[in-house]
């Protein structure tokens, strides 16, 4: 199988793409490599972009995940939430650049980005949480009364409802809409852009905004995913 994640550094813009020829399922394998090309793409002092595949960003964890062993549950949340941690505090900016649906874990992994990119369509965007039957960690909250609409962060987070992408916009998980053949380009065009920020000014501002969420994120993280010794 190849890999699910792949990652292309070209004058200074690194552009990581999920792709693992079905719906970008959060797995451990994914989540992995996610975590190891964002740390390469610190090192190489990259603007990220990060896209999907076809029609998809990411429709986040795989249901059959909560039908395995406490622990396998545990790791894979886990590792999800110290992904979306990682991307909050990465130092250089990240541009989302959302080819379709972004669903619960796909969505916190859109809302950990810094500017937003989606596109017009059909796309299903948001987090479904309680209509199938979970709990919204901690993390999944933290960033979405982060980055969301105060007017639309109860509804996105209480009501389950997956919204099409002009209704996202108006809730806060994007900045902008564009056609999907324009996609790409304009996510290179808003890299290009921040790519001229002073990034240690950039860094330096990040960390006193976003310091209120990852103390959030990071004081219940360990504790909630915890398994209890026998």
């Known amino acids: 199988m190849s890999e ?10 690194a ?6 020829g079905k719906a970008n399922v959060m797995s451990l394998a994914m989540i992995g490599a ?5 740390r390469r793409a610190e090192t190489d002092g990259a603007v990220t972009v990060l896209t999907g595949r076809s029609n998809v960003f990411s429709a986040g964890y795989d249901m059959g995940l909560f039908s395995r062993t406490v622990e396998e549950i545990a790791a894979t949340l886990r590792a999800g939430g110290e992904l979306i941690e990682q991307i909050l505090a990465h130092p250089f900016p990240v541009v989302a650049a959302a080819n379709g649906h972004a669903i619960a874990q796909g969505a916190f992994t859109l809302l950990a980005c810094d500017v937003r ?7 299903k965007i948001g987090l479904n949480e309680v209509a199938i ?9 933290e960033v979405a009364r982060h980055q969301l609409a105060p007017a639309w962060f109860d509804h996105a987070t209480l009501t389950g409802t997956l919204y099409g992408p002009e209704r996202a916009q108006t809730a806060g998980f994007f900045h902008d809409l564009v056609d999907p053949a324009d996609l790409a ?14 990034m ?27 398994v209890p010794s026998a």
């Open 133 to 141: 039957g979970l709990t919204i960690p901690h993390y999944g909250v």
């Open 4 to 13: 699910p994640v792949t990652y292309a550094l070209d004058d200074g813009i």
């Open 15 to 20: 552009v990581i793409t999920m792709d693992d």
């Open 117 to 123: 990119l989606g596109v017009r369509g059909d796309a």
């Open 34 to 38: 996610l975590a190891d090309v964002f």
């Open 185 to 198: 380009a304009a996510a290179r065009t808003e890299a290009e852009r921040l790519c001229s920020l002073d």
């Open 200 to 226: 240690e000014a950039h860094a330096g501002t990040l960390a006193r905004v976003r310091r209120p969420v990852l103390e959030a994120i990071r004081a219940r993280h360990s504790q909630e995913f915890e």
